[in-house]
């Protein structure tokens, strides 16, 4: 399941869409619950994204 996680296709995938819902979720979900959900998916994507650039340097197999 980790090297599932950690490929560079699944980390994309993780980034944009919860980059995606993060920007969208207060526009669509009222109140706390909204900024919650943001605040939740933005903490998701910006780990993706430290993930790959975390994983730039090393050769994938």
Avoid: Y
Avoid at 4 to 16: G, Q
Wanted: proline share 3%.
């Amino acid at each position: 399941m980790k090297s599932l996680l950690s490929s560079k296709p699944v980390l994309w995938f993780l980034f944009l869409f919860n980059l995606v819902v993060a920007a969208v979720a207060p526009l669509v979900v009222d109140g706390a619950q909204g900024i919650a959900t943001a605040v939740g998916m933005g903490v998701v994507s910006l780990g993706a994204g430290v993930g790959l650039l975390r994983g730039s340097g090393k050769a994938t197999v």
